[in-house]
């Protein structure tokens, strides 16, 4: 949840009580070591910030994909299982995934910039490559 409440303010996106509700267990799904809060949290973030720029269903699950193929290769896993080995214990120390969610948001952020970026040259008419 934290992921997709950061990409809302800086996009600037609101989130309705109900989307936060649904992204409560988020967190390797709900501790079960999973798919990570952090790719969770960017992918909803992907799907909301798409249909608010017109993109269609099609093109949204084709960010989803080539998000989570960049994150991968840039982090290793999309897992908790692998991204926090330790799991979620109560002994683990308090913001154990400080640095690891500060460095995913910031590739999230670059990534989403990005598609906004090249959305907006598109409308504009301009070719991907000026």
């Known amino acids: 949840m934290t992921t997709l409440r950061i990409l809302s303010e800086f996009f ?3 989130l309705e009580g109900q989307v936060l509700d649904a992204a409560l267990g988020m967190h390797g799904a709900g501790g079960y070591r999973a798919q990570c809060g952090l790719v969770e949290g960017a992918l909803m973030a992907v ?3 798409g249909r608010r720029h017109g993109l269609a269903d099609d093109q949204v699950v084709r960010l989803c994909y080539a998000f989570a193929e960049q994150f991968e290769a840039e982090f290793g896993s999309l897992l908790c299982l692998e991204l926090r ?3 979620f214990r ?3 120390p308090p913001h154990l995934c400080e640095e ?3 460095r995913a948001i910031q590739f999230d952020v670059a990534f989403l910039g990005d ?3 090249r959305k907006g040259k598109e409308r504009n008419g301009q070719a991907e490559d000026e």
């Open 90 to 92: 109560p002994d683990n």
């Open 12 to 14: 600037d996106f609101p």
């Open 100 to 102: 690891l969610t500060r």
């Open 47 to 49: 799907g909301i910030i």
């Open 85 to 87: 080995p330790e799991g």
């Open 115 to 117: 598609v906004l970026h």
